[in-house]
Nanobody, 125 residues
Framework: VQLQASGGGLVQAGGSLRLSCTAS????????IGWFRQAPEKEREGVSC????????YYADPVKGRFLISKDIAKNTVYLQMNGLRPEDTAVYYC???????????????????WGQGTQVTVSS
């Protein structure tokens, strides 16, 4: 599967952005899809995940209540709606597909994962 992330940009604090992750070469719903981010000089962190058939979703504590992950099967696309953006949300955001197709499957040593290119999100104060 190939993943194409888009939707990043520059926004003021309190603003919103919607990231898109479009898959090609495979059915996106065969995988769990997650968003990770990495800010300069910080470790990469998981932000959100949606499992196959939307059976479960995960949000990291810093984004709970502000970010919403969703899926459009017809478009083979996963979205990350980001509201109430803060300067600390500034990072490169990556979408990732993995199997087994549930969110906690990312923690398995035997997982297979596929990364898209990142999209830059910059939040000004």
């Amino acid at each position: 599967v190939q993943l194409q992330a888009s939707g990043g940009g520059l926004v003021q604090a309190g603003g919103s952005l919607r990231l898109s992750c479009t898959a090609s070469g495979s059915n996106l719903d065969d995988y769990a899809i997650g968003w990770f981010r990495q800010a300069p000089e910080k470790e990469r962190e998981g932000v959100s995940c949606i499992s196959r058939n939307d059976a479960s979703q995960y949000y990291a504590d810093p984004v709970k209540g502000r970010f919403l992950i969703s899926k459009d099967i017809a478009k083979n696309t996963v979205y990350l709606q980001m509201n109430g953006l803060r300067p600390e949300d500034t990072a490169v955001y990556y979408c990732v597909a993995w199997s087994p197709a549930y969110c906690s499957g990312y923690n398995l040593p035997a997982r297979k994962d596929y990364w898209g290119q990142g999209t830059q999100v910059t939040v000004s104060s």
